[in-house]
């Protein structure tokens, strides 16, 4: 984790501190050494949320973009549940970021909890998901010409596989300028996607400027419109 409370308050680990665990209230030491990004620990091995995924750069790297109150929110449900949301933005946002893989039986289990969380998932985990990506994307034309939407088959791309049934928003992160959102309304097979700049995502949640969001909202009421306006004109085409 990247904050323990001391005196209450969330701290992030240095050399020699420790610090209380917001979900157990158990002792967290911190890890400062050389290879591993600096984190608290729990004193035997496990984070007492089954959930918690060991943090890498890349999540360290995606949280910090956000305001530190945001990170590592505990997020309650009805029945006292409780687990830690990577992001939840003052909106009510959760945003997850996923670097391992996931299996659907959990996915599903957290989407239920969080309500519709925002996944990020890590596209450079497995070095065959770009190309896949890549090689799928480019086999289809896109639609649109301001906002441009792709209809692709998700049978050659495991990463579109793993994530089409999800119907949360989610966004594979390549490394890149770009993220690339998986649609959802997307049907198992053919799959929907977008694509929109990272600094984009990032300050549509953090600047709160009404025009950002008034701009974003426009965005994505285009692409749904591309979306309607392309599966009717199938359809209307399969009745000729
Ligand atoms: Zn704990």
Redesign the pocket.
């Known amino acids: 984790m990247k904050f323990a409370l001391i005196n209450n308050e969330k701290a992030e680990a240095t050399k020699g501190s420790k610090g209380v665990?917001?979900?157990?209230?158990?002792e967290?030491i911190s890890k400062c050494g050389e290879l591993k990004i600096h984190h608290w620990s729990?004193k035997g091995k496990r984070?007492?949320?089954p959930w918690w995924e060991n943090e890498t750069e890349w999540h360290r790297s995606w949280k910090e973009k956000f305001p530190v109150d945001w990170q590592e929110v505990i997020h309650y449900d009805q029945n006292g549940e409780k687990h830690i949301a990577d992001i939840k933005t003052n909106n009510g946002w959760v945003i997850e970021f996923q670097h391992s893989f996931l299996n659907p039986e959990e996915r599903r289990a957290r989407n239920a909890f969080y309500g519709k969380p925002i996944w990020v998932v890590d596209g450079t985990r497995r070095k065959r998901d770009i190309e896949q990506f890549s090689k799928t994307l480019n086999s289809s034309k896109p639609f649109g010409s301001n906002v441009k939407v792709w209809r692709v088959h998700s049978d050659e791309c495991v990463l579109l596989r793993e994530w089409e049934d999800s119907n949360t928003p989610i966004f594979f992160d390549f490394g890149g300028d770009t993220l690339w959102w998986l649609l959802d309304g997307s049907s198992k097979g053919m799959v929907y996607v977008t694509s929109i700049p990272r600094i984009y995502f990032i300050e549509v949640h953090c600047v709160g400027e009404k025009q950002k969001i008034d701009a974003f909202n426009d965005f994505v009421k285009d692409v749904r419109n591309l979306i309607k306006g392309y599966e009717s004109s199938r359809s209307q085409f399969r009745r000729m």
């Open positions: 665990c917001p979900i157990c209230g158990s967290l729990h984070n007492c949320d």
